[in-house]
Nanobody
Framework: QVQLVESGGGLVQSGGSLRLSCAAS????????MGWFRQAPGKEREFVAA????????YYADSVKGRFTISRDNAKNTVYLQMNSLKPEDTAVYYC????????????????WGQGTQVTVSS
């Protein structure tokens, strides 16, 4: 089992920044690829970003490319999502997820999920 706890969400104005954190406990964190997903009201959950177990490769949804950065610190068992130039359409509950082995872009490929953290971007 892997337990994931997100933090760092909040209310920010359009153009602002937030940094989300996801602290992991349980199994060996460095064995897991990590992903960030988000779900806006009335919409399907969507992929935001992913990072390989070693942190050597990252992947982004087109909608956040160039604005968001995913990173991880395996010594701290934590993955981050730095979000810059936020837009109202980024408003959603953000979830981190863990997948043993290689990265994935689909939510159904992830094994463990956090409880989510709300991000609200005002115009």
């Amino acid at each position: 089992q892997v337990q994931l706890v997100e933090s760092g969400g909040g209310l920010v104005q359009s153009g602002g920044s937030l940094r989300l954190s996801c602290a992991a406990s349980g199994r060996t964190f460095s064995n897991y690829a990590m992903g960030w997903f988000r779900q806006a009201p009335g919409k399907e959950r969507e992929f935001v970003a992913a990072i390989t177990w070693g942190g050597g490769s990252t992947y982004y949804a087109d909608s956040v490319k160039g604005r968001f950065t995913i990173s991880r610190d395996n010594a701290k068992n934590t993955v981050y999502l730095q979000m810059n130039s936020l837009k109202p359409e980024d408003t959603a509950v953000y979830y981190c997820a863990a997948r043993w082995g290689d990265y994935a872009l689909k939510d159904y490929d992830y094994d463990y999920w956090g409880q989510g953290t709300q991000v609200t971007v005002s115009s």
